[in-house]
Each structure stands twice: as C-alpha cells, then as structure tokens.
C-alpha cells in the first residue's frame, strides 16, 4: 500500500464534497484523510485528501474521474516525498491535583510541541507533524492522563517551485476575486 | 392646500412599476431562449406554478403529458438521440424525481443530453421531511454530468444556461436541475436577462486534439498491416458519419461498431463487417484478435464489448480518440490517446494519413462472415419449421422499411435480434439502452423519437417483457398523434434470462415465464390500433398493414419461445472464445 495526497482545486460551492466523495466510495477506496478550506482566490477551495492504494494506475485513473467533475478546476495526485505535509494534533491533558506533573520543558525541547491553553485543571498541547511525529507524542503524554486528543487531516504542497496554483487558468480567476 | 400646491413640482416624474417576473416565468424564458419546442412532463404540487406558468407559453412550448416520469425520461433520452439537441423533462418532487432515476442513470451512461427540471419543497421547508421532500441532489449526484438547486429566482437565467451548455456539450450527458417551490414563486429582483452560457471556468471539454497526438496516430495508421477501426456512438454524437467515411475510404481499414456505434455507417458499405461485443457478430469478434492496430473512435471499451479484458487486444497497439480524458486508459491502455471531438480528430487526421486498400487483410473478416451465415443466419431466416423466429420478423421489416427506419428496441434478445438483422442505411437510426439495458426503454423511447423526427418512420421492438414495464405510454402516444409503431416479439419469456438460464445454470427456468395479457386489448383500450400474427404465412401483411396504417400500431407477433441468439461471447470470457451455439 502506498500513500497518495490528493489535491483538488475547486470552485466553492454546495455539495461538491459529496460529489467528490462519491467517486472513493464507488471504486471502495477508503479516505485516509480529508481537508477543505477556501484558498487565497475568493471561491475557489482547496482539497486534500489522503488514500491508501496499490496501484499508482488506479490511482491515475481516481484523478481523472475527479477531474470530471464539473466544479474540479484541477486535480494532482501526490507521492509523499513530492510534498511537505502536515498535521496539527491536540491533545488535553489533566493537570488536576494528584495527577503527575508536566515535564514542559522535555515537550518544547524534545518534542517540538507547545502548550497552547491553560486551563483551570488541564492543559492543551499542539503538535504539529507528520503522522509518526504526532504519534511520538502521543506515545510520551500516554503517561500523563490523557482527556482528549485530535487529529486534523493532512495539508500539503507540493515540492515543485512554482506550486500547484501556478497549474490553473489563472486568466479566468479574476472574475473570481 | 395652496402651500402644499406651490412646493409640487410641475411634471412629477415617475418611473415605471417595475415588472419583474417570477421564477417560473423566468424558466420559460429560458427554456425559450434555449430553443426548447418540446418538454416532457408530469405536474404535481411542488411544481404547480411552472405548470401554471407554463398554461401562458402553450403556443410556444409544447408539453407532453406523459403517464409515468420514467416515461417522460426515456421520452426525452429519445428525443435527444435522434435530434442531437438535449431532451427536456419537468416533473415534480419526491416521487416525481424518483421515478426519473432509471432513465437519468440510462442517459449518463450512453451519453444522452438531457435537462430534468425537479420541483422541489419550499426554501424553508428544505431538510424537514416535508411533504414530498426527497434528497433529489444526493439521489443524482452520482448519475448526473452535473445537477445545482435553485432556491432563488434571480439564479434561474445563468442555471439554466449552465445546465444546457454542460448537458450539451463534450461528452453529453444529463444535467438535474433542483427548483424550490419558493424560487418558481418568488419575483427576481432583477430583469430577465438570458446568455448563453459559452464556456465555464472549470470545465472546458477539448474539442480540436493536439496536433502531436494526432501526429502520432497517423504514423502508427500508417505503418499498420492489420488496422481496424472500433466505432462507438461517439461518432454519431460528433456528427462525424462523413468524416469516418472518408477516413476509412481513403485508408481501407475494416470498420466494425458497437451496439450504440450502429447505423454511424450503412450497413451495406464494403468497409463495414459488422458489431461488436456479446451478441455482436463472430468475425468482427474475433478479427480483434489479429488487429495490429486498432483506432477505436468514440467508444469506451464496455466490457461487454471487451469479454475479459485482461484477455483483450494484447497483440495491437491502440490509438484511442475519445472526448472525455477520463476513458483514456480506463479499461485498455491507450499507445496513442486522441482527446477530443470525433469530427475535429478525424479531419485532423486526414491528410496525414496514406490512401491504402488492404484488401488481404479485409478479405479475411468475409470467411467468419461465411461460417456465421451458415451457421445461424440463414437457417434463422430460412428454417420454416416452428414458430416464427425473431430473425425472420426484423429481416422482413429491414426489407419493407429499406432500412431507413429509426429503429428504437427494449433490451433483451429481441434487441440483440433487432441489431443483427436490421440493415441500417442513415445515421441515427437506433435508439437503444445500452450501457443500462434498461428494460421499458423503447415505447417511451420510440415516441421520443418520433417527436423529434416526425418525418421519419419509427418502429418499436419490444419483449412481452419489456412491454410490461411502461405499457402506459400507449396513452401518450394515442393522445399526441404519434404515428409510432410498435411490434411485440412475444415469446412469453423473459427470454434473455431464459437463455442464460438454460446456458448457464442447467436449465433450471427460475421465475421468467410471464402470463401475458392480451397485449392488443390493452392498445385498443388505449385508443391504438393493432392485431396479433401467430402465423408464417401472415407475417408480410401484417407488417404492411401496421407499416401502411395512418396512426399509432401495434403488431404482436408470436415468436418460437425458447429461441436462443447467437452468437454469443459468454460474460467474463475473452472474445475469442465467442460461441456460435
Ligand atoms: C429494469 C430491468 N430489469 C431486469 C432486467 C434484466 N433483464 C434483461 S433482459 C430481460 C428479459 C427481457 O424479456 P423480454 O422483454 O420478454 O424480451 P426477450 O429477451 O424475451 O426478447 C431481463 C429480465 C433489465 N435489463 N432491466
């Protein structure tokens, strides 16, 4: 199984998440991930979505029935080592009375992660990474009382120079902003 | 008094009460502007008031009253076949947009254009379960090219557009339009002002190839010993039956079609040997088999035109042309994709390629073409014994009609007979649910047609089977004058299941006997004139009363019941292994 970030440019508008999800369940392949926001262009959202597949050709072929989509202004389908990715993680820990102290310092230096938020008995901790990194983490904080812990899907961009925005019909965007 | 007289102005300057329309009003602008003369409908209350509407546009558009929404969509996908301009069907909410499922699914899966305009339940009722309220948008998402809901009037002018350029455009397809109640009531708040939509930001279908894609093929067409040509309903969609003429004359290349990719090419024309697929015919079958290079044109690669397609063409290169870049590669690797429109790449092709005969390797598709009439078409046409055969039904009307019919089936043995025996001679001349193989198709579909080529005669083959499933628009086709005619080939089966059944699973007939009704009491009920032919001998001037009859028929022939057809590429074997019993 091979990782695959897919990115996917699209105009903003109501129920293309579902249109896009659509296709993955079709052909049974399971989203790892997925993450939507508006882009910097006013009405156009970004994707990334992130599978597990073995066949690059079928992968091939997933982006092209994205494509399809009226509303896809582009797609992109992505190796791990041709993006710097991220995830932010959260993670809620008891800092009430008896509970074994916080070792921040072993956080920030050891783990790169902050305390965002300090609460009356608990703290927050950002953690942002890669999967494995976040799972560090989280294997560390295990030992104190963990209350909740989150996981955002992947960014991404790519490696080449120029990134991905440069791909789209930039002419027509002005209509757009 | 008088001061107030002092202080008023001369000439009190008004303007004009505005007079913005409603939303419904606005569609029947569009539709309109669009050149839509025809719908296809059926009222209900969340789309009362584009019926009402619709009562002040009667002169200018004509809506037909069908008796099921199913109906109303294969009437449209019909209609849209045979005139290349999107089919137009209105209905109302819930039930109404359900029952269109079947036939908006059986038109994106052959390419059909159609626009379906949806009521649905008020703005502020969306998402309460409100009377009639069904998830219409989540229902066709994944069956339509595009679908949008309108919950405000203003929306109506550039939807409307939208839906017809995206519908009609590239690879055709159907477009849902979702309307709210509200919206068709409520006034825009601005001018109905119409533009066709041109082009849309994110979706720009290539029309004109690349000219080193082009290139590429040319040099691999050129440098072929056994070429041959798969064509598609691309080609007609294109409206490029001239340019594939050309082609194939100035080059030699064998040409044989898929079940959709008929009539593209008269049957009778020396290049063309035949169809292709699971009941397609054996030469052009097999011959795949021999192809050094195959140029497959408008065409998707269905597997029931592949068998296995792990098994498929490994020996030829390929050079796929084909609008939509999403088929390139999707079933069988391209060496040289071709993406665009059928025509462009075809005249582009043209000059670049070298007048060649190949007569060696054409003269090789006549030896299968020999052992299939041995085998089954002449005994078909000939075996007086028994019942009369399917063959003997669609061999007669091919010779009465001379082929000139548009000829629209239901999906089960009597298509794939009507396919094999009817010698087509103009483009456009079957209409046929075949990536879906929709059963219920073809009555709605024929009247369709009709509608949208009245100068042309349409005939229906129909299974007693497949009758059954939308018999009702007999009503529809009494009461618009329709002059459709309609042949039921009854073998009391559902005989296509039969078959399988009695191939596949050791005859064990599960559930496909049918107790017939009295098909021609129905259409006399109906208002439609008909008669049974039980007999051989009674077969010709049947065919001519119901072919010389001014209206509406329907002609039952009663047909052997346990007929198989021939030949066969079993599902999920290589089309080498087609069968020819
Ligand atoms: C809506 C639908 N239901 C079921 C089928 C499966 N099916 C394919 S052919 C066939 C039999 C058709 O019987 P009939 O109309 O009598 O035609 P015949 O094959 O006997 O010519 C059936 C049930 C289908 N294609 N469509």
């Given at each position: 199984?091979?990782t695959?970030?897919?990115?996917?440019?699209?105009?903003?508008?109501?129920?293309?998440?579902?249109?896009?999800?659509?296709?993955?369940?079709?052909?049974?392949?399971?989203?790892?991930?997925?993450?939507?926001?508006?882009?910097?262009?006013?009405?156009?959202?970004?994707?990334?979505?992130v599978?597990?597949?073995?066949?690059?050709?079928?992968?091939?072929?997933?982006?092209?029935?994205?494509?399809?989509?009226?509303?896809?202004?582009?797609?992109?389908?992505?190796?791990n080592?041709?993006?710097?990715?991220?995830?932010?993680?959260?993670?809620?820990?008891?800092?009430?009375?008896g509970?074994?102290?916080?070792?921040v310092?072993?956080?920030?230096?050891?783990?790169?992660?902050?305390?965002?938020?300090?609460?009356?008995?608990?703290v927050?901790?950002?953690?942002?990474?890669n999967?494995?990194?976040?799972?560090?983490?989280?294997?560390?904080?295990?030992?104190?009382?963990?209350?909740?812990?989150?996981?955002?899907?992947?960014?991404?961009?790519?490696?080449t120079?120029?990134?991905?925005?440069?791909?789209?019909?930039?002419?027509?965007?002005?209509?757009?902003? | 008094?008088?001061?107030?007289?002092?202080?008023?102005?001369?000439?009190?300057?008004?303007?004009?009460?505005?007079?913005?329309?409603?939303?419904?009003?606005?569609?029947?602008?569009?539709?309109?502007?669009?050149?839509?003369?025809?719908?296809?409908?059926?009222?209900?209350?969340?789309?009362?008031?584009?019926?009402d509407?619709?009562?002040?546009?009667?002169?200018?558009?004509?809506?037909?009253?069908?008796?099921?929404?199913?109906?109303?969509?294969?009437?449209?996908e019909?209609?849209?076949?045979?005139?290349?301009?999107?089919?137009?069907?209105?209905?109302?909410?819930?039930?109404?947009?359900?029952?269109?499922?079947?036939?908006i699914?059986?038109?994106?899966?052959d390419?059909?254009?159609?626009?379906?305009?949806?009521?649905?339940?008020?703005?502020?009722?969306?998402?309460?379960?409100?009377?009639?309220?069904?998830?219409v948008m989540?229902?066709?998402?994944?069956?339509?090219?595009?679908?949008?809901?309108?919950?405000?009037?203003?929306?109506?002018?550039?939807?409307?557009?939208?839906?017809?350029?995206?519908?009609?455009s590239?690879?055709?397809?159907?477009?849902?339009?979702?309307?709210?109640?509200?919206?068709?009531?409520?006034?825009m708040?601005?001018?109905?002002?119409?533009?066709?939509?041109?082009?849309?930001?994110?979706?720009?279908?290539?029309l004109?190839?690349?000219?080193?894609?082009?290139?590429?093929?040319?040099?691999?067409?050129?440098?072929?010993?056994?070429?041959y040509?798969l064509?598609?309903?691309?080609?007609?969609?294109?409206?490029?039956?001239?340019?594939?003429?050309?082609?194939?004359?100035?080059?030699?290349?064998?040409?044989?079609?898929?079940?959709l990719?008929?009539?593209?090419?008269?049957?009778?024309?020396?290049?063309?040997?035949?169809?292709?697929?699971?009941?397609?015919?054996?030469?052009?079958?097999?011959?795949?088999?021999h192809?050094?290079?195959?140029?497959?044109?408008g065409?998707?690669?269905d597997?029931?035109v592949?068998?296995?397609?792990?098994?498929?063409?490994?020996?030829?290169?390929?050079?796929?042309?084909?609008?939509?870049?999403?088929?390139?590669?999707?079933?069988?690797?391209?060496?040289?994709?071709?993406?665009?429109?059928a025509?462009?790449?075809?005249?582009?092709?043209?000059?670049?390629?070298?007048?060649?005969?190949?007569t060696?390797?054409?003269?090789?598709f006549?030896?299968?073409?020999?052992?299939?009439?041995?085998?089954?078409?002449?005994?078909?046409?000939?075996?007086?014994?028994?019942?009369?055969?399917?063959?003997?039904?669609?061999?007669?009307?091919?010779t009465?009609?001379?082929?000139?019919?548009?000829?629209?089936?239901?999906?089960?043995?009597h298509?794939?007979?009507?396919?094999?025996?009817?010698?087509?001679?103009?483009?456009?001349?079957?209409?046929?649910?075949?990536?879906?193989?929709?059963?219920?198709?073809?009555?709605?579909?024929?009247?369709?047609?009709q509608?949208?080529?009245?100068?042309?005669?349409?005939?229906?083959?129909?299974?007693?089977?497949?009758?059954?499933?939308?018999?009702?628009?007999?009503?529809?086709?009494?009461?618009?004058?329709?002059p459709?005619?309609?042949?039921?080939?009854?073998?009391?089966?559902?005989?296509?299941?039969?078959?399988?059944?009695?191939?596949?699973?050791e005859?064990?007939?599960?559930?496909?006997?049918?107790?017939n009704?009295?098909f021609?009491?129905?259409?006399?009920?109906?208002?439609?004139?008909?008669?049974?032919?039980?007999?051989?001998?009674?077969?010709?001037?049947?065919?001519?009363?119901?072919?010389?009859?001014?209206?509406?028929?329907?002609?039952?022939?009663?047909?052997?019941?346990?007929?198989?057809?021939?030949?066969?590429?079993?599902?999920g074997a290589?089309?080498?292994?087609?069968?020819?019993?």
């Amino acid at each position: 199984m091979t990782t695959y970030t897919i990115c996917i440019f699209t105009e903003n508008t109501i129920g293309l998440l579902n249109r896009i999800t659509i296709i993955f369940t079709r052909r049974r392949i399971n989203i790892e991930s997925l993450t939507v926001s508006e882009t910097e262009r006013k009405g156009i959202s970004r994707f990334t979505i992130v599978i597990k597949h073995e066949s690059r050709e079928e992968v091939e072929k997933l982006v092209r029935q994205i494509r399809k989509i009226v509303e896809v202004l582009a797609v992109f389908g992505y190796l791990n080592d041709e993006i710097v990715y991220n995830e932010i993680a959260l993670f809620k820990i008891s800092t009430s009375l008896g509970t074994k102290s916080l070792d921040v310092e072993t956080i920030n230096k050891q783990y790169k992660a902050w305390v965002v938020y300090w609460g009356l008995d608990y703290v927050v901790i950002e953690k942002t990474g890669n999967d494995t990194e976040i799972f560090e983490v989280f294997a560390y904080l295990k030992q104190y009382e963990i209350l909740e812990f989150v996981r955002s899907g992947r960014v991404a961009v790519g490696k080449t120079e120029k990134g991905l925005v440069e791909y789209l019909p930039e002419a027509e965007w002005e209509s757009y902003m | 008094m008088e001061a107030i007289a002092n202080v008023m102005p001369e000439v009190i300057e008004t303007k004009p009460a505005p007079t913005y329309i409603n939303g419904s009003h606005a569609l029947m602008k569009a539709l309109l502007a669009e050149g839509v003369e025809t719908i296809f409908g059926y009222p209900g209350g969340a789309i009362m008031p584009v019926y009402d509407a619709l009562y002040d546009y009667q002169d200018q558009l004509n809506h037909i009253l069908v008796r099921h929404e199913q109906g109303a969509g294969h009437a449209a996908e019909g209609y849209a076949r045979v005139t290349g301009r999107a089919g137009v069907c209105l209905v109302t909410s819930g039930p109404g947009a359900t029952n269109l499922v079947t036939a908006i699914a059986d038109a994106l899966i052959d390419s059909t254009p159609l626009v379906c305009i949806v009521g649905q339940v008020a703005k502020k009722l969306l998402g309460t379960d409100a009377f009639q309220e069904a998830d219409v948008m989540g229902v066709t998402m994944p069956i339509t090219k595009w679908n949008y809901q309108i919950t405000d009037a203003n929306e109506v002018p550039e939807i409307i557009s939208k839906a017809f350029y995206i519908a009609q455009s590239g690879r055709p397809g159907p477009v849902l339009i979702d309307i709210t109640k509200s919206a068709q009531l409520e006034l825009m708040t601005k001018d109905f002002v119409y533009e066709k939509c041109q082009t849309l930001i994110s979706y720009r279908p290539r029309l004109v190839p690349k000219q080193e894609q082009v290139e590429a093929a040319a040099q691999l067409i050129n440098a072929a010993k056994r070429p041959y040509i798969l064509v598609g309903h691309g080609v007609q969609i294109a409206k490029a039956e001239d340019e594939l003429k050309a082609f194939a004359e100035k080059t030699g290349i064998p040409i044989a079609t898929t079940l959709l990719g008929q009539s593209t090419i008269p049957t009778n024309h020396p290049l063309y040997v035949g169809w292709l697929g699971m009941h397609g015919n054996y030469g052009p079958n097999v011959m795949t088999d021999h192809a050094d290079v195959i140029i497959a044109i408008g065409m998707r690669f269905d597997d029931r035109v592949t068998g296995d397609a792990s098994k498929y063409i490994k020996q030829a290169k390929v050079v796929h042309i084909e609008i939509d870049p999403a088929e390139i590669d999707k079933i069988i690797r391209a060496d040289v994709p071709v993406v665009g429109d059928a025509k462009a790449a075809l005249n582009a092709l043209l000059p670049l390629v070298k007048p060649n005969d190949h007569t060696v390797w054409r003269n090789e598709f006549r030896k299968y073409d020999a052992v299939e009439n041995e085998t089954i078409t002449v005994p078909e046409l000939t075996n007086t014994n028994g019942k009369i055969r399917m063959a003997e039904v669609i061999d007669m009307l091919s010779t009465k009609t001379k082929g000139e019919s548009i000829l629209v089936t239901d999906v089960g043995q009597h298509q794939m007979m009507a396919s094999r025996y009817y010698q087509f001679r103009r483009p456009n001349s079957l209409v046929t649910s075949g990536g879906m193989g929709t059963m219920g198709f073809a009555l709605p579909a024929a009247f369709g047609a009709q509608v949208g080529a009245p100068d042309r005669q349409v005939v229906a083959i129909i299974g007693d089977g497949c009758f059954q499933m939308t018999l009702q628009e007999l009503g529809t086709i009494v009461q618009n004058k329709q002059p459709v005619k309609a042949i039921i080939l009854n073998n009391n089966f559902l005989g296509m299941v039969r078959q399988w059944q009695q191939l596949f699973h050791e005859r064990r007939y599960s559930f496909v006997e049918l107790q017939n009704p009295d098909f021609i009491t129905i259409a006399k009920g109906f208002g439609m004139a008909g008669q049974t032919c039980t007999e051989r001998d009674n077969l010709s001037d049947a065919l001519d009363t119901m072919l010389n009859h001014d209206g509406p028929f329907l002609l039952e022939v009663i047909v052997e019941k346990e007929e198989n057809v021939f030949p066969m590429v079993p599902a999920g074997a290589s089309v080498a292994q087609i069968r020819l019993k």
